[in-house]
Nanobody, 127 residues
Framework: QVQLEESGGGLVQAGVSLRLSCAAS????????MGWFRQAPGKEREFVAA????????YYGGSVKGRFTISRDNAKNTVYLQMNSLKPEDTAVYYC????????????????????WGQGTQVTVSS
């Protein structure tokens, strides 16, 4: 059974940095791409970032490109989201997700690609 557990959220002021972690278990972590999504109150869940199974390709949503960095440590079965220069509009629940299928996938920015989701971690950025 796949389990994803996010951590690292919190209440911070605008301009600071925060790093989220997602620990995965249940499958061979290194075989799967990973993604981060977020959902603000009253809004759809949106794509934030994704990383390929090899870690050699990364993808970002337009609103976070240049500020957020996704990375993975396959030895620790963990994916990270480094968030710099946080803005109040980054306030949301952040979810990590794992696709249904292993290997290279062309649709890592699409929510439907992912089968497994964590419970989410709240990030609140005050102005």
């Amino acid at each position: 059974q796949v389990q994803l557990e996010e951590s690292g959220g919190g209440l911070v002021q605008a301009g600071v940095s925060l790093r989220l972690s997602c620990a995965a278990s249940g499958r061979i972590f290194s075989s799967y791409a990973m993604g981060w999504f977020r959902q603000a109150p009253g809004k759809e869940r949106e794509f934030v970032a994704a990383i390929s199974w090899r870690g050699d390709s990364t993808y970002y949503g337009g609103s976070v490109k240049g500020r957020f960095t996704i990375s993975r440590d396959n030895a620790k079965n963990t994916v990270y989201l480094q968030m710099n220069s946080l803005k109040p509009e980054d306030t949301a629940v952040y979810y990590c997700a794992q696709p249904a299928y292993a290997g290279a996938l062309p649709t890592l920015t699409i929510k439907a690609t992912y089968r497994y989701w964590g419970q989410g971690t709240q990030v609140t950025v005050s102005s």
